[in-house]
Protein backbone atom coordinates (compact mmCIF):
# COMPACT_ATOMS: atom_id res chain seq x y z
CA UNK A 1 0.00 0.00 0.00
CA UNK A 2 1.47 3.59 -0.78
CA UNK A 3 1.26 6.18 1.33
CA UNK A 4 2.99 10.01 0.84
CA UNK A 5 4.15 12.09 3.92
CA UNK A 6 4.13 15.66 3.78
CA UNK A 7 6.39 17.57 5.60
CA UNK A 8 8.49 20.85 5.02
CA UNK A 9 5.14 23.77 6.35
CA UNK A 10 5.07 26.24 8.57
CA UNK A 11 5.23 30.01 9.36
CA UNK A 12 7.23 31.72 7.62
CA UNK A 13 7.51 36.31 6.96
CA UNK A 14 5.97 37.24 3.55
CA UNK A 15 9.22 37.28 1.26
CA UNK A 16 10.57 34.14 3.27
CA UNK A 17 10.99 30.20 1.41
CA UNK A 18 9.74 26.96 2.44
CA UNK A 19 10.50 23.82 0.61
CA UNK A 20 7.80 21.04 0.78
CA UNK A 21 8.91 17.35 0.72
CA UNK A 22 6.41 14.55 0.05
CA UNK A 23 7.75 10.87 0.96
CA UNK A 24 6.30 7.84 -0.64
CA UNK A 25 6.10 4.88 0.79
CA UNK A 26 6.12 1.49 -0.71
CA UNK A 27 6.93 -0.94 -3.31
CA UNK A 28 6.11 0.94 -6.48
CA UNK A 29 7.40 0.90 -10.18
CA UNK A 30 7.25 4.33 -11.20
CA UNK A 31 5.62 7.82 -9.64
CA UNK A 32 4.24 8.96 -13.17
CA UNK A 33 2.18 11.86 -12.50
CA UNK A 34 3.68 14.32 -9.35
CA UNK A 35 1.43 17.31 -7.68
CA UNK A 36 1.01 19.66 -5.34
CA UNK A 37 -2.14 21.33 -4.75
CA UNK A 38 -3.26 23.28 -2.14
CA UNK A 39 -6.50 24.29 -0.13
CA UNK A 40 -7.01 27.83 1.62
CA UNK A 41 -9.63 28.30 4.03
CA UNK A 42 -13.01 28.93 2.11
CA UNK A 43 -11.52 28.35 -1.14
CA UNK A 44 -11.74 24.68 -3.35
CA UNK A 45 -8.25 22.93 -3.43
CA UNK A 46 -6.54 24.24 -6.32
CA UNK A 47 -3.32 23.13 -8.53
CA UNK A 48 -0.02 24.25 -7.59
CA UNK A 49 2.70 22.68 -9.88
CA UNK A 50 2.50 19.35 -11.40
CA UNK A 51 5.93 16.94 -12.44
CA UNK A 52 5.41 14.29 -15.24
CA UNK A 53 8.11 11.09 -15.21
CA UNK A 54 9.29 12.43 -18.29
CA UNK A 55 10.16 15.82 -16.55
CA UNK A 56 7.72 18.41 -18.12
CA UNK A 57 6.19 20.81 -15.25
CA UNK A 58 3.61 22.83 -15.21
CA UNK A 59 2.33 25.73 -12.78
CA UNK A 60 -0.31 27.75 -11.83
CA UNK A 61 0.08 31.75 -12.78
CA UNK A 62 0.04 32.34 -9.38
CA UNK A 63 3.13 30.10 -8.11
CA UNK A 64 4.61 30.93 -12.13
CA UNK A 65 8.67 31.79 -11.81
CA UNK A 66 8.36 31.55 -7.59
CA UNK A 67 7.45 27.65 -6.85
CA UNK A 68 9.52 24.83 -8.38
CA UNK A 69 8.50 20.86 -8.49
CA UNK A 70 11.12 18.78 -8.55
CA UNK A 71 11.70 14.86 -7.44
CA UNK A 72 14.56 12.49 -6.18
CA UNK A 73 13.73 9.11 -7.64
CA UNK A 74 15.86 7.23 -5.19
CA UNK A 75 14.14 8.67 -2.28
CA UNK A 76 11.03 8.38 -3.84
CA UNK A 77 10.24 11.54 -3.16
CA UNK A 78 8.74 14.72 -4.55
CA UNK A 79 10.28 18.44 -3.85
CA UNK A 80 8.13 21.88 -4.01
CA UNK A 81 10.28 24.85 -3.31
CA UNK A 82 8.49 28.22 -3.04
CA UNK A 83 10.47 31.38 -2.82
CA UNK A 84 8.61 35.01 -2.03
CA UNK A 85 6.22 33.56 -0.13
CA UNK A 86 2.88 35.82 -0.35
CA UNK A 87 0.18 36.18 2.23
CA UNK A 88 -2.68 34.30 -0.74
CA UNK A 89 -0.35 31.31 -0.66
CA UNK A 90 -1.20 30.26 3.17
CA UNK A 91 -3.29 27.05 2.23
CA UNK A 92 -2.46 23.66 3.28
CA UNK A 93 -0.26 21.66 0.83
CA UNK A 94 -1.25 18.31 -0.04
CA UNK A 95 1.11 15.91 -2.73
CA UNK A 96 -0.33 14.07 -4.48
CA UNK A 97 1.10 10.77 -7.02
CA UNK A 98 0.01 8.74 -9.47
CA UNK A 99 2.15 5.68 -10.56
CA UNK A 100 2.49 1.72 -11.18
CA UNK A 101 3.19 -0.95 -9.10
CA UNK A 102 3.74 -2.78 -11.89
CA UNK A 103 2.00 -5.72 -13.82
CA UNK A 104 -0.85 -3.37 -14.95
CA UNK A 105 -1.98 -2.06 -11.51
CA UNK A 106 -2.12 2.07 -10.75
CA UNK A 107 -2.03 3.81 -7.97
CA UNK A 108 -2.98 7.48 -7.24
CA UNK A 109 -2.64 8.56 -3.57
CA UNK A 110 -2.91 11.44 -1.58
CA UNK A 111 -1.08 12.85 1.38
CA UNK A 112 -2.90 14.51 4.55
CA UNK A 113 -1.14 18.07 3.94
CA UNK A 114 1.01 20.37 5.79
CA UNK A 115 0.14 23.66 6.46
CA UNK A 116 1.88 26.94 5.22
CA UNK A 117 1.09 30.25 6.79
CA UNK A 118 2.00 33.52 5.37
CA UNK A 119 1.22 36.18 7.68
CA UNK A 120 0.32 39.87 6.86
Known amino acids: QVQLVESGGGLVQPGGSLRLSCLLS????????MGWYRQAPGKQRELVATLTGSGYTNYADSVQGRFTISRDNPKNTVYLQMNSLKFEDTAVYYC??????????????WGRGTQVTVPT
Open 26 to 33: GRILSMNL
Open 96 to 109: NVRGDYGLGARFDV
